[in-house]
């Protein structure tokens, strides 16, 4: 089991950096560093000429190869420990989201593609960042029911922080693809002059209101963060748990920073790279908490929450319950 652990956190921190570098692709404008040649670059996977903008845009797409190689491992460990494995064992757990994983950075190829044949189209940037996002995030189960981040340690249920924690994932998820548009729409970014309010609107229509909504979205979520990580404290939750929603409050505050700083210096590159790897870290911290609290009840698969409706039987909340 500590293989597989080793194995899942590998792949996560490589699909961390694998967002963060595409985040650096965007904003230094080399989508198309290599043209509309894919998955070769001019004809070569290792082209003669350099350019700034090419390196880049090649190394993102290196990155991408060491990425399924080491999910397409991770799947094959998870699939072998699962067939020895008895009832109960932690490695049957982690086969389904390795393997879910595994095939996520495939349809994550596919739509690096689709950004270069459409010649970097918003809506296609930013499904390509969505589904690099859910890639992410069953990186982290597989890494959880691994052992990873305390997911290994037991303890009581936390049926409550497990109801927070699907609250915050979906805000969280909404903040990222509302964030990605703000950054892809053309005048998205710019139209609202000041933080945390407008001082002044330079656009109007739908750039001025994706970016307002993704400002208020995001609040609503650093909001239920914070009061998830006092209830978790209060109820006295699990170590784990709480050190996850914890991080996840330090991350959106430190990401609230750094939006700030952004707005007021007029969107510098260093710091757009930046507000891209928090709200990654953010998600990692959301998705864990909700990992380790579904783990405490004994059962619940937080795969499920990805197509499971929070109304349906198996995640509705009994009466009287509430964050």
């Known amino acids: 089991m500590r293989a597989l652990r080793r194995t899942a956190i590998v792949a996560l921190v490589l699909a961390f950096l694998q967002i963060v570098l595409g985040a650096v692709v965007r904003i230094t404008g080399s989508g198309m560093g290599c043209g509309d040649h894919w998955p ?7 082209p003669a000429h350099s350019g700034s903008g090419l390196l880049i845009e090649i190394s993102h797409r290196y990155g991408a190869v060491a990425l399924l190689i080491a999910t397409t491992l991770l799947a094959i460990m998870a699939v072998r420990q699962a067939r020895r494995a008895t009832g109960g064992n932690e490695a049957g757990a982690v086969r389904k989201p390795a393997l879910v994983a595994a095939g996520l ?23 390509h960042l969505a589904i690099a996002m859910l890639l992410v995030a069953f990186l982290v189960v597989a890494a959880v029911r691994a052992g990873a981040f305390g ?24 903040v990222l693809v509302l964030g990605a548009l703000t950054a892809n729409i053309p005048g998205a970014s710019a139209t609202c002059q000041g933080f945390p309010w407008c001082r002044g609107a330079t656009g109007s229509g739908t750039p001025y209101s994706v970016h307002i909504t ?5 609040f609503l979520l650093l909001g239920h963060l914070i009061g998830a990580a006092f209830a978790a404290r209060k109820r006295g939750e699990p170590a784990p748990v709480r050190r996850a929603a914890w991080i996840a409050v330090g991350a959106i505050v430190a990401q609230v920073f750094v939006a700030a700083a952004m707005v007021e210096m007029h969107l510098p590159a260093a710091l757009r790279s930046l507000h891209q790897a928090t709200g990654t870290v953010v998600w990692i911290a959301v ?37």
């Open 40 to 46: 070769d670059c001019y004809g070569s996977y290792t």
């Open 105 to 127: 950075v495939i349809v994550a190829a596919l739509f690096g593609m689709l950004t270069v044949k459409y010649s970097l189209h918003p809506l296609v940037v930013v499904a």
């Open 151 to 174: 997911g290994g340690l037991a303890g009581p249920e936390t049926a409550r922080s497990f109801r927070a924690a699907r609250v915050a994932v979906a805000l969280t998820f909404l």
């Open 214 to 218: 993704h400002r208020i979205v995001a």
């Open 287 to 323: 998705v864990a908490l909700m990992a380790l609290s579904a783990r405490r009840q004994g059962g619940v698969d937080p795969t499920e929450i990805v197509r499971e409706s929070p109304s349906r039987a198996e995640f509705a909340t009994p009466e009287g319950i509430s964050t």
